[in-house]
Nanobody
Framework: QVQLVESGGGLVQAGGSLRLSCTAS????????MAWFRQAPGKEREFVAG????????DYLGSVKGRFTISRDNVKNTVRLQMNSLKPEDTAVYFC??????????????????????WGEGTQVTVSS
């Protein structure tokens, strides 16, 4: 059983930065595709960023590309999301997710929630204008 615990959310002014962390326990983290999703009030949950295990390929939601960076530390079983130049529209609950299917070759993190079998409980990010 894989467990994911997020940390690092909070309140920040527009233009500021936050770093989210997600630590995994159980399973072989170095083989997981990891992703961050977010859900704003009244909206559906959406893919924000993902990183594949085999080739460290990164994928981003268009509106965060250039501002957010996903990274992973396979020694610490941790995936991080560095968020810079935050905007009020980034306000949401951010979720960490794990896809334990090991992908080899030309792989990209899926943007589909159903591909991720394990989820954290989420951490709130609020960006004030």
């Amino acid at each position: 059983q894989v467990q994911l615990v997020e940390s690092g959310g909070g309140l920040v002014q527009a233009g500021g930065s936050l770093r989210l962390s997600c630590t995994a326990s159980g399973g072989t983290f170095s083989r997981f595709t990891m992703a961050w999703f977010r859900q704003a009030p009244g909206k559906e949950r959406e893919f924000v960023a993902g990183i594949v295990a085999s080739n460290s390929m990164e994928d981003y939601l268009g509106s965060v590309k250039g501002r957010f960076t996903i990274s992973r530390d396979n020694v610490k079983n941790t995936v991080r999301l560095q968020m810079n130049s935050l905007k009020p529209e980034d306000t949401a609950v951010y979720f960490c997710a794990a896809d334990v299917k090991y992908c080899v070759g030309l792989c990209h993190a899926s943007r589909l929630e159903d591909e991720y079998g394990y989820w954290g409980e989420g951490t709130q990010v609020t960006v004030s204008s």
